[in-house]
């Protein structure tokens, strides 16, 4: 009987390196996705990433495209020029909760709101990962962190920010979603989203947002099991899965 080859590794996933991720990470996840599509379009050598600043920019590592370092939170502004620039290539920026909606807030908003034609991938683990810990803007009501010991405090801190439900006011988005990695079926629905983010920017259709909730089971101070019932029992009742904004 012939064998069949069902799982292998992706051609734009960089060889011969070995991940920094801590065990539960969602970050491998996310870029094994978005090799997987690059890969199936074909699109290697006309890709363009924006790496930030936070665990996320470790990404040059792992996927082997183009890239341009971009200051903290400004991925959005340097992934402008680039498109603008180059409006052929396929052009994406992938930021972490703090980068995006703290420092990088009024980058992502006014990308959303001109309809920019890039995608942007937003990967929310309700924490600052790198800097060991802090609350982010995601941090859910209740949650520890490094700056709240005692759990996030609306009424010192506000609440989570919902960057899909308040990006999909806008007018220009043409594609928004968030979506999930704590199991399997939520990593194909991922699969999914970024195909048509990537699709809808070949098709010149507008600024493409997906929402990726991740985990981080260090700074949750939670094993990687746990970390994933966690995002399921907590993160998805505050941030449910689902699509906000579609131009079809």
Same mark, same amino acid.
């Given at each position: ?10 051609? #734009? ?5 070995? #991940? ?57 502004? #340097? ?67 490094? #700056? ?101």
């Amino acid at each position: 009987m012939a064998e069949t080859k069902v799982y292998s590794r992706p051609e #734009t996933w960089t060889k011969g390196i070995h #991940t920094h991720y801590c065990p539960g990470c969602g970050h491998g996840i996310a870029h094994r996705m978005i090799c997987e599509v690059i890969d199936e379009m074909g699109i290697q050598e006309e890709t363009v990433s924006m790496s930030p600043v936070g665990c996320a920019a470790m990404m040059y590592d792992y996927i082997d495209i183009d890239y341009v370092e971009a200051a903290h939170g400004r991925a959005p502004a #340097t992934a402008t020029g680039i498109k603008r620039v180059l409006p052929d290539k396929f052009v994406f920026t992938y930021q972490g909760d703090g980068d995006l909606a703290s420092i990088g807030m009024a980058e992502i908003v006014h990308a959303a709101n001109r309809g920019e034609k890039f995608c942007t991938f937003f990967i929310n683990n309700a924490i600052y990962g790198m800097t060991g810990g802090q609350m982010a803007p995601t941090t859910l009501i209740g949650q520890k962190a490094t #700056t709240c010991p005692q759990g996030r405090d609306p009424e010192l801190a506000g609440f989570p920010m919902r960057m899909c439900e308040m990006l999909a006011t806008l007018e220009t988005p043409a594609y928004i979603e968030r979506v999930s990695l704590s199991k399997p079926k939520y990593i194909m629905q991922a699969k999914k989203a970024f195909q048509k983010a990537f699709n809808y920017q070949k098709e010149g259709r507008g600024f493409c947002f997906i929402e990726v909730l991740s985990t981080c089971p260090t700074n949750w101070g939670m094993n990687p099991v746990e970390a994933f019932e966690w995002q399921i029992e907590k993160m998805i009742p505050y941030y449910p899965l689902g699509v906000f904004k579609d131009f079809e």
